[in-house]
């Protein structure tokens, strides 16, 4: 059975494939629903190929995965073993209890326990963390049978619980009161935790020993934690068990070494799954997106198994879902269109960027091994080729993944032939994978650079996939029907453009990277991908010109030059016509991607903002970083709680002086159109005279600020405090100053 298609429509009919290249088309799909004729279906490919929106029109290939009729039954025998990583730095600034309720949902996939492996990374070393985990796994013991029991979908227990139980059935309406009222348990514990920050010591400690001691301890016998906090019995064959095996991993730090941030920990991470379970895919989450949908390995294994070439899935990408949002998106922070468009019309090209969340790997790709070519046809199976076209030696492989000899053998395993050693058991590798788990592990080695997850960017998953992108692989964008994952967007303006601030200065890093899309180094980026990825990492210089733009049509009220056709010249309507142009079509974007047209009008003001301020700061960032006096930093977005209350979706302010430039734009606007205005009125100047253009691109600016607007005059957080306002205003004052000269 077949478990991957994808399917385009062409004048009204449907062609069914999921080969893009094109050689492989024709002979493999002909089993799959009706015959696909060999010129019909290059057509398709052709198709796919132009995929990104040409003229704005194409939306890329669609796919969809039958996990039910491909993986069911016998068949369920062929699934193989997936490591799921889910990353945290901070049980207070990421929630303890989201991190528990994204485990929890893991643990109870619907998947062979004995084939998955949960992951846990605490870049915070926090013994809050880890206790937490320690209850959570508790309620697991009830919650997992409970799930599989009544076959319920959502198994993050606070999604669950948020709404009212499915059926009146008076014996599982006793299931379901007793499951909630351990739930509520669970969350009362971890809260008491987080209260008093106090765990009862005998939760942390081992013979004796609390193993989360300060650095200063002499008791402290290692530096970094890994603890296996749960091993499937079903591995060994020793007895039934419901629930995979759950591993705690804090990697060491020291003070003034650069870890790299979620990259580092994803390595250490890689490292450790490699020790010790070593899945030839891993799944890698953030702590607060849940798995919302319990087949969704099934559907990734529709991909990864049923490929004609492995080439063409080396990592896929799932839509990043936020739940608790408000209608119409009003803080512009959900990135619908980014899904809808860009990374589904990716799939037309080489496939989506990685986007550091909800993405299945290959382990081969992360590796930093290419694709090998299909049905061996150029190269005997021998012969593998690894990083630079180098060929696979233990002695070479050691170079590059480091001293561990485990680590190297299981390296060796995926890259010749994308298994897996059988490790004999987590809880025997654990000398093992606290030494991969050191800071000094790295040194020398090919990690961050030729191997895992890429250093230098604070964007570290477009880094990372651009890097097996450039191998050669092809990626998958993929939305099933039911939801994956859902996590939080950040709920308020300083964490956003907090956000925005770190991805503009992580794309402006990997431009100046030796990955930098426009060198042309990367022989196997195909042209149109590689056209994207220099659209996104330059992306955030054009901040540069709309700082320009936004204030160009306030110089011509201030001063009367006019930059823009007179209304009565016929030029005029050139512009006007690019104006309407360019807001209309991404208008039909948004329309098209299923958002109402309130939610364009919102996303236009968030850009806005955004590109005004996160953007210059990064370039400021980058700036500094290159000439060696400051580095980027990685701020985690904090997260809201389970039961935080929705935002009224209003802007919010800070004393940050991210909020300076767009501040300052809206005051010399202000400034700009109550002068020329008072000069209509006062009749020293007539509106049609000149500048009607301008004078509507001031207006226009503001209304696109409008947050800042009204920041003026509110109070609270929702007011722009004095101390931006004052600062704003004599930079203003000055530019102003400097135009009338
Ligand atoms: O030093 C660090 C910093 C972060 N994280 C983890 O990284 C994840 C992402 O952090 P978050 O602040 O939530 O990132 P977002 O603002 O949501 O950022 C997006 O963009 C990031 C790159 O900038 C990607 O890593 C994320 O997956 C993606 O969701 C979280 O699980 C963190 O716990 C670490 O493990 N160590
Ligand atoms: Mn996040």
């Known amino acids: 059975m077949v478990g991957i298609v994808g399917v385009t429509e062409i004048k009204g009919v449907t062609y069914v494939i999921g080969a893009t290249d094109i050689n492989d088309v024709g002979s493999s799909w002909e089993t799959i629903g009706g015959k696909v004729e060999e010129g019909k279906a290059k057509l398709v490919v052709v198709d796919a190929e132009v995929g990104v929106r040409v003229g704005g029109m194409d939306r890329g290939m669609p796919y969809t995965s039958y996990p039910d009729e491909s993986y069911s039954g016998e068949s369920a025998s062929k699934l193989p073993p997936v490591d799921i990583i889910i990353t945290t730095t901070d049980p207070f600034r990421e929630p303890a209890i989201l991190t528990a309720n994204t485990v929890l949902s893991v643990l109870a996939l619907d998947y062979p326990v004995e084939k998955i492996a949960c992951y846990v990374s605490d870049d915070g070393r926090s013994p809050i963390t880890f206790y937490s985990l320690l209850e959570t796994l508790e309620f697991a013991k009830k919650w997992v049978p409970f799930c599989r029991k009544f076959n319920i979908e959502s198994r993050a227990p606070f999604m669950y619980f948020s709404k009212k139980p499915p059926s009146s059935d008076p014996s599982f309406l006793q299931e379901w009161e007793c499951m909630k009222c351990e739930y509520e348990r669970l969350k009362r514990r971890i809260a008491e935790a987080l209260e008093t920050e106090h765990v009862p010591l005998d939760s942390v400690s081992e013979n004796g020993v609390n193993c989360f001691e300060s650095e200063s301890s002499e008791i402290r016998i290692h530096s970094s934690i890994v603890k296996v906090i749960h091993e499937n019995k079903v591995v060994d064959g020793s007895e039934d068990d419901d629930l995979p095996h759950l591993i705690y991993v804090a990697r060491e730090k020291i003070p003034k070494v650069n870890h790299h941030y979620k990259a580092g920990a994803m390595n250490v991470m890689a490292r450790v799954s490699g020790l010790m379970t070593n899945a030839p895919f891993i799944l890698n989450l953030d702590c607060d997106m849940h798995i919302c949908n319990p087949k969704v390995i099934q559907h990734a294994m529709c991909f990864y198994l049923d490929c004609p070439s492995e080439r063409e899935c080396g990592f896929i990408q799932f839509p990043q879902l936020f739940y608790g949002v408000l209608d119409d998106d009003p803080l512009g922070n959900q990135h619908k269109t980014f899904f809808t ?106 990690w961050g650079k030729e191997v895992g997850w890429m250093y230098g960017s604070t964007v570290e998953d477009v880094m990372t996939g651009l890097k097996v992108h450039s191998l050669g692989w092809h990626s998958i964008y993929y939305t099933p029907e039911q939801p994956a994952f859902m996590g939080c967007a950040p709920g308020n303006g300083p964490d956003i453009l907090v956000q925005n601030k770190r991805w503009a200065a992580g794309l402006l890093e990997i431009l100046m990277s030796k990955l930098c899309p426009l060198l042309g180094k990367q022989r196997q980026l195909m042209l149109r991908q590689r056209m994207l990825y220099a659209y996104f990492t330059v992306s955030p210089i054009t901040s540069v010109a709309v700082l320009c733009y936004a204030i160009l049509p306030a110089f011509s009220l201030l001063t009367g030059k006019s930059f823009l056709p007179k209304i009565q010249d016929p030029a005029f309507i050139t512009a006007a016509g690019l104006f309407i142009s360019v807001h209309g079509y991404g208008h039909y974007e948004h329309l098209t991607s299923g958002c109402s047209a309130r939610e364009w009008w919102n996303s236009l003001r968030t850009w806005l903002i955004t590109i005004l301020s996160a953007s210059l700061f990064a370039i400021f960032d980058v700036v500094m970083k290159l000439m060696g006096l400051s580095e980027t930093v990685f701020v985690v977005t904090p997260k809201g709680g389970d039961e935080e209350e929705a935002s009224v979706g209003d802007f919010t302010f800070d004393s940050s002086p991210l909020f300076i430039p767009p501040t300052t734009v809206i005051l010399i606007n202000l400034a700009a159109i109550i002068q020329r205005t008072s000069q209509i009125v006062g009749g020293h100047s007539e509106l049609k005279d000149n500048l009607f253009g301008e004078y509507f691109c001031s207006v226009w600016v503001l209304i696109n600020l409008r947050p800042f607007l009204k920041g003026l005059v509110r109070k609270g957080k929702l007011g722009l405090p004095w101390s931006i306002v004052i600062k704003s205003g004599a930079l203003a004052l000055f530019v102003c100053r400097t135009w009338a000269y």
Not at 387 to 402: H, M, P, T, V, W
């Open 341 to 446: 468009t860009l990374a589904k019309g990716m799939n037309g090209i080489q496939g989506p960027v990685y986007g550091g969340t909800c993405c299945f790997h290959r382990r081969k790709g992360l590796y930093g091994v290419p694709p090998s070519p299909p049905a061996d046809k150029y190269r005997s199976k021998e012969k593998i080729l690894g990083f630079n076209g180098k060929e696979l030696q233990d002695e070479f492989i050691r170079s590059a993944f480091g001293e561990s000899s485990a680590l190297v053998a299981s390296a060796h395993a995926i890259m010749r032939d994308n298994g897996w050693h059988k490790p004999s058991s987590p809880s025997l590798v654990i000398e093992e994978s606290l030494m991969v788990s050191n800071c000094s592990y790295e040194a020398n080695t090919a």
